[in-house]
Nanobody
């Protein structure tokens, strides 16, 4: 079982930066790929970025490429999302998830979601 707790959200002006963290409990954290999702009001939850178990491969949604960076520290059971050049359209609740990555696709595990952290980009 893995429990996930996100932190680091807040209010930031357009062009600003935030760093989200997702701390995981359990010794098997390193066996899971990790994904960050976001859900804006009235919209479906979307996958933003994925990192594989070792951190060696990362994939990003086109909307965040070049601005967001995912990383993980398996020794600390934590995955990070560095968000730069933030835009109002990045406003959403951000969730981390543990899952699997295979053949170019990420498969979220339904039981392994954090509670979410709010990111608001506004002047």
């Amino acid at each position: 079982q893995v429990q996930l707790v996100e932190s680091g959200g807040g209010l930031v002006q357009p062009g600003g930066s935030l760093r989200l963290s997702c701390a995981a409990s359990g010794s098997i954290f390193r066996t899971y790929a990790m994904g960050w999702y976001r859900q804006a009001p009235g919209k479906q939850r979307e996958l933003v970025v994925v990192v594989t178990t070792s951190g060696g491969y990362k994939t990003y949604a086109d909307s965040v490429k070049g601005r967001f960076t995912i990383s993980r520290d398996n020794a600390k059971n934590t995955v990070y999302l560095q968000m730069n050049s933030l835009k109002p359209e990045d406003t959403a609740v951000y969730y981390c998830n543990a899952g699997t990555y295979s053949s170019g696709s990420y498969y979220p595990l339904n039981d392994y979601w954090g509670q979410g952290t709010q990111v608001t980009v506004s002047s």
